[in-house]
């Protein structure tokens, strides 16, 4: 599985911004997908997923602000960012993994960094 990922960039606080996620390979029917983020000097962290049946996951930190969204057609998932915020920077990751769960089909896509300005 190959994960393209788009859409970072630089935008003031407050703005809005929207990544995008491509994937293509061998593609499982029944997966989630989902946006990870890492701040320089932290750890990875989760920001939202969701599966091939629509069941999405926020983290705490970006309900209300965030929106998770897929088309399966296109294999491809979305998120969209508003009211951001300078604690939202961070290299953004997509991730894809089958259901449930398992090491062996984890995937990474190749990051897209999205900076907030104050």
């Known amino acids: 599985v190959q994960l393209q990922a788009s859409g970072g960039g630089l935008v003031q606080a407050g703005g809005s911004l929207r990544l995008s996620c491509a994937s293509s390979g061998s593609i499982f029917s029944i997966n989630v997908m989902g946006w990870y983020r890492q701040a320089p000097g932290k750890q990875r962290e989760l920001v939202a997923t969701i599966t091939s049946g629509g069941s999405t996951n926020y983290a705490d930190s970006v309900k209300g602000r965030f929106t998770i969204s897929r088309d399966n057609a296109k294999n491809t998932v979305y998120l969209q960012m508003n009211n951001l915020k300078p604690e939202d920077t961070a290299v953004y990751y997509c991730?894809?993994?089958?259901?449930?769960?398992?090491?062996?089909?984890?995937?990474w896509g190749q990051g897209t960094l999205v900076t907030v300005s104050s």
């Open positions: 991730n894809y993994n089958i259901l449930p769960r398992t090491e062996k089909y984890d995937y």
